[in-house]
């Protein structure tokens, strides 16, 4: 199949304002044409785009990245879409079985949904501003997979290997059937990674299976992923209080802070149970008295108040490379810092003050509106108990104790072990195919991080201190965009989606499932003009990563974090739109109000049908 590959040179920016008036005729005139017909100016032949509509296509999982994407595919008129997922439900790390009691999402009713089906409202919204919970994702996840992909998905078949097909042709899967242990390999001519970051448990070596069982720990040990089919046992094992005394029986330890470990927390508090939690500090968080407005919640706001490694806009230039801008910027940070402890009543002295920079994290924990049954309203109260800041290094000799980095041990009839994922890509592929690919992180040259282009972003001055030291290399993605491989870019047979780390994970999944499509279709995407140009963008995005978010991509799993655009969101989405020559920034709004403009799903609603009218008038 013949490719045209466009310049690496940004271009103009395109948004509806910017369309001349003939333009647009064109564009909308074409907007309502239905079938897909190419004119005889484009660089594809009707034979080429019939076999490009009919590849075989597999997409390896089943949670929300993956259903958008073979929805989207599909909607494009590929028909070999097969989805293959080891779960025995749709949604991944939203499938039912998954979903454990009083699992909450920093997200709000609005978000985390898809614009081709509405999603209910989630209960007691009123009192919880919208804050959507786990039953209400897995009860979304099988609607759309109802309505839109029945016979699509293969459940309970565990992909064990991915790898090139012969002569470099296409790809082989190869799986296992979990109900009757058959392996098969199947042969697909493109793929979708959409594995996620939240299937393989990571465990610490000195809490693994072994220290338990040299301890003589005669305890409960468990990864928090393992809560929900684990909860009889627990509650069998640590009492609630009885009416006549004031505590239960037994305690449950809680080795981590992250939002799973605080929602596991705050259910067995609420349960009467005795729960302590292991953490150096806490990710930071927000909270208020009363639901956010959209205008600030779903707007443009934070993404401006955020620095980005590029800026598009002169507010954003005045905020980040002058010092009057920094300073308003650092006011308005450490004033929503303070507002979630005020929020909570937090004392000074709290432990709950022991928490991460807002500013310089990208992992944030969205509370809501203050509630005395959330964590922090449970952990304010005293009723669960606070050991920061310490690390769990052990178990103790008395076989029901854990021990702690500052020489305490801290009794435990359960162990949670709330300590994280490895990237679901460590096992998918052997060493060979992985380097191939180029799909694994790689070393960043420190010249990178001291020749850069941010050097003017006073709001990037006095970073926090790394824990690296001068001159050490970091890991660096070695994917483009958060979506392709570099190596692997001119390809056009390997995506991913679900590795772009963001704050409203619904939008940026079906921004990239109409993105991974045109780049299957061989549509004119905006693209790098060789590998090495690719490998040069997601170096410069790992250079802005560590400047921005100091140690963290690191720190996080390869397979959530391909890019991290966790404030900055609605200006990545925009140069995805952008790659595809469609209008961006579509929101909308004139120079004084455009940042509280509602970022709304019905936005890119209609992105196939523009995508086909630019396609048809040989634009793409």
């Given at each position: 199949?013949?490719?045209?590959?466009?310049?690496?040179?940004?271009?103009?920016?395109?948004?509806?304002?910017?369309?001349?008036?003939?333009?647009?005729?064109?564009?909308?005139?074409?907007?309502?044409?239905?079938?897909?017909?190419?004119?005889?100016?484009?660089?594809?032949?009707?034979?080429?785009?019939?076999?490009?509509?009919?590849?075989?296509?597999?997409?390896?999982?089943?949670?929300?990245?993956?259903?958008?994407?073979?929805?989207?595919?599909?909607?494009?008129?590929?028909?070999?879409?097969?989805?293959?997922?080891?779960?025995?439900?749709?949604?991944?790390?939203?499938?039912?079985?998954?979903?454990?009691?009083?699992?909450?999402?920093?997200?709000?009713?609005?978000?985390?949904?898809?614009?081709?089906?509405?999603?209910?409202?989630?209960?007691?919204?009123?009192?919880?501003?919208?804050?959507?919970?786990?039953?209400?994702?897995?009860?979304?996840?099988?609607?759309?997979?109802?309505?839109?992909?029945?016979?699509?998905?293969?459940?309970?078949?565990?992909?064990?290997?991915?790898?090139?097909?012969?002569?470099?042709?296409?790809?082989?899967?190869?799986?296992?059937?979990?109900?009757?242990?058959?392996?098969?390999?199947?042969?697909?001519?493109?793929?979708?990674?959409?594995?996620?970051?939240?299937?393989?448990?990571?465990?610490?070596?000195?809490?693994?299976?072994?220290?338990?069982?040299?301890?003589?720990?005669?305890?409960?040990?468990?990864?928090?992923?393992?809560?929900?089919?684990?909860?009889?046992?627990?509650?069998?094992?640590?009492?609630?209080?009885?009416?006549?005394?004031?505590?239960?029986?037994?305690?449950?330890?809680?080795?981590?802070?992250?939002?799973?470990?605080?929602?596991?927390?705050?259910?067995?508090?609420?349960?009467?149970?005795?729960?302590?939690?292991?953490?150096?500090?806490?990710?930071?968080?927000?909270?208020?008295?009363?639901?956010?407005?959209?205008?600030?919640?779903?707007?443009?706001?934070?993404?401006?108040?955020?620095?980005?490694?590029?800026?598009?806009?002169?507010?954003?230039?005045?905020?980040?490379?002058?010092?009057?801008?920094?300073?308003?910027?650092?006011?308005?940070?450490?004033?929503?810092?303070?507002?979630?402890?005020?929020?909570?009543?937090?004392?000074?002295?709290?432990?709950?003050?022991?928490?991460?920079?807002?500013?310089?994290?990208?992992?944030?924990?969205?509370?809501?509106?203050?509630?005395?049954?959330?964590?922090?309203?449970?952990?304010?109260?005293?009723?669960?108990?606070?050991?920061?800041?310490?690390?769990?290094?052990?178990?103790?000799?008395?076989?029901?104790?854990?021990?702690?980095?500052?020489?305490?041990?801290?009794?435990?009839?359960?162990?949670?072990?709330?300590?994280?994922?490895?990237?679901?890509?460590?096992?998918?592929?052997?060493?060979?195919?992985?380097?191939?690919?180029?799909?694994?992180?790689?070393?960043?040259?420190?010249?990178?991080?001291?020749?850069?282009?941010?050097?003017?972003?006073?709001?990037?001055?006095?970073?926090?201190?790394?824990?690296?030291?001068?001159?050490?290399?970091?890991?660096?993605?070695?994917?483009?965009?958060?979506?392709?491989?570099?190596?692997?870019?001119?390809?056009?047979?390997?995506?991913?989606?679900?590795?772009?780390?963001?704050?409203?994970?619904?939008?940026?999944?079906?921004?990239?499932?109409?993105?991974?499509?045109?780049?299957?279709?061989?549509?004119?995407?905006?693209?790098?003009?060789?590998?090495?140009?690719?490998?040069?963008?997601?170096?410069?995005?790992?250079?802005?990563?560590?400047?921005?978010?100091?140690?963290?991509?690191?720190?996080?799993?390869?397979?959530?974090?391909?890019?991290?655009?966790?404030?900055?969101?609605?200006?990545?989405?925009?140069?995805?739109?952008?790659?595809?020559h469609l209008p961006s920034a579509r929101s909308g709004g004139r120079w004084y109000n455009w940042i509280l403009q509602v970022i709304d799903l019905k936005e890119i609603m209609n992105l196939t049908e523009e995508r086909r009218a630019l396609r048809e008038a040989g634009r793409l």
């Open positions: 199949m013949k490719q045209t590959i466009l310049s690496g040179k940004r271009p103009t920016k395109i948004t509806m304002n910017s369309i001349s008036s003939s333009d647009l005729g064109i564009y909308m005139n074409y907007i309502s044409v239905s079938p897909i017909s190419l004119p005889s100016s484009t660089t594809q032949s009707l034979e080429d785009q019939a076999q490009v509509m009919t590849a075989t296509i597999g997409i390896i999982g089943s949670g929300p990245a993956a259903l958008i994407t073979a929805h989207t595919l599909i909607k494009d008129g590929f028909t070999n879409v097969r989805l293959i997922t080891r779960d025995k439900r749709p949604g991944g790390i939203w499938a039912r079985e998954r979903v454990y009691p009083g699992l909450s999402l920093n997200n709000v009713y609005g978000e985390l949904r898809f614009s081709s089906l509405e999603m209910k409202p989630p209960p007691n919204s009123s009192k919880t501003g919208g804050r959507l919970t786990g039953e209400v994702m897995s009860e979304y996840m099988e609607s759309f997979a109802e309505n839109f992909l029945q016979g699509r998905i293969t459940y309970s078949t565990e992909v064990m290997k991915v790898r090139r097909g012969e002569n470099s042709d296409g790809w082989i899967i190869q799986t296992k059937d979990l109900t009757t242990s058959t392996v098969t390999e199947t042969h697909y001519s493109k793929i979708v990674l959409c594995t996620g970051g939240c299937s393989n448990p990571h465990i610490p070596a000195s809490l693994s299976p072994r220290p338990v069982e040299a301890s003589g720990f005669r305890g409960l040990v468990l990864h928090s992923s393992q809560f929900n089919q684990e909860l009889p046992r627990i509650l069998s094992a640590v009492k609630a209080a009885s009416s006549g005394s004031d505590k239960g029986s037994g305690r449950v330890v809680i080795i981590g802070c992250g939002k799973s470990a605080q929602d596991i927390a705050a259910h067995l508090a609420n349960q009467g149970r005795n729960v302590s939690i292991v953490y150096e500090r806490l990710e930071p968080y927000l909270a208020s008295n009363r639901p956010r407005p959209a205008f600030l919640r779903k707007s443009r706001v934070f993404s401006t108040l955020s620095p980005y490694n590029t800026l598009h806009s002169r507010l954003e230039r005045f905020f980040h490379t002058t010092w009057l801008g920094s300073l308003l910027i650092c006011c308005v940070f450490k004033f929503i810092s303070q507002s979630g402890f005020q929020a909570y009543n937090i004392s000074p002295k709290s432990p709950l003050r022991n928490v991460e920079s807002l500013f310089w994290q990208p992992r944030v924990n969205d509370s809501g509106v203050a509630r005395p049954t959330s964590f922090y309203g449970l952990a304010a109260a005293g009723k669960i108990h606070l050991c920061t800041p310490a690390r769990a290094t052990g178990y103790g000799d008395d076989g029901h104790s854990i021990r702690l980095n500052n020489g305490q041990e801290i009794a435990a009839d359960v162990v949670i072990l709330a300590t994280g994922y490895r990237s679901s890509w460590e096992y998918l592929f052997d060493d060979q195919t992985a380097e191939d690919l180029g799909i694994k992180r790689r070393l960043l040259p420190p010249s990178l991080l001291t020749e850069n282009e941010w050097k003017t972003y006073y709001t990037l001055e006095s970073p926090p201190t790394s824990h690296l030291k001068s001159g050490t290399p970091i890991a660096a993605s070695s994917i483009y965009r958060g979506i392709v491989p570099a190596k692997n870019v001119h390809r056009r047979d390997f995506a991913i989606n679900g590795a772009i780390f963001t704050g409203n994970a619904g939008y940026a999944f079906e921004v990239v499932s109409h993105w991974i499509s045109s780049y299957f279709l061989g549509d004119k995407l905006r693209l790098p003009p060789t590998p090495e140009a690719a490998l040069g963008e997601a170096d410069r995005h790992s250079a802005w990563c560590e400047r921005r978010f100091p140690g963290v991509l690191g720190k996080m799993n390869e397979s959530i974090s391909a890019a991290i655009h966790i404030w900055s969101w609605p200006q990545a989405m925009d140069e995805l739109l952008e790659d595809m």
